[in-house]
């Protein structure tokens, strides 16, 4: 029966990137191995620990939530336990109702972006289609406005009829 946990770990601040990826690395391979599946890695980074470990003072924090079953974690605590890296770890088992929730949540952003990007999709393709009939509209726009351009000439009776554009004054 496989059960959501989260690991949080405190790595020692001395030990190089590398070093630390390679404890990652070591427990995703012990998830794999026995039938697990890490669902999020969430690194926090260097932060200041509350009371020094083994004279240090900060420490880089690391949060993992997993699918386990029960033997799994006794082997990942094992792992963890003969660890010089590690400075401290905690594995709680998470509450299933909060778990269902966040994986609702997460299927509803996912079926959202998945929307979003059939949409952008069908935009693009819209907007080659018009791109491609756009010659000859342009085409037939450019006629039309060469024919707005051309100046219109009004007839003697019309042009008695309009209004003098500037009012002339008489002056006596």
Known sequence: MRRDYELALII????????????????????????????????????RMAYPIEKHRDG???????????????????????????????????????????REERAEREARAAA???????????????QQEEPAAAEAEAEAEVEAEEPSVLSEVEAEDVPPAIEESVEA
């Not at 001395?14 to 890490?38: C, D, F, K, P, Y």
């Not at 605590?77 to 909060?98: A, C, G």
């Open 12 to 47: 020692n601040p001395e030990v190089s990137e590398e070093e630390g990826r390679s404890t990652l690395e070591r427990i995703e391979q012990i998830v794999a191995t026995n039938g697990g599946q890490v669902v999020k890695v969430n690194q926090w980074g260097r932060r």
């Open 60 to 102: 880089i924090y690391v949060f993992m939530d997993l699918i386990l079953t029960p033997e799994s974690v006794a082997e990942i605590d094992r792992t963890l336990k003969v660890s010089e890296i590690v400075l401290r770890h905690m594995v709680n088992r998470r509450d299933p109702k909060i778990v269902q929730k966040e």
């Open 116 to 130: 979003a990007a059939e949409s952008k999709a069908a935009e693009a393709q819209a907007a080659a289609v018009k």
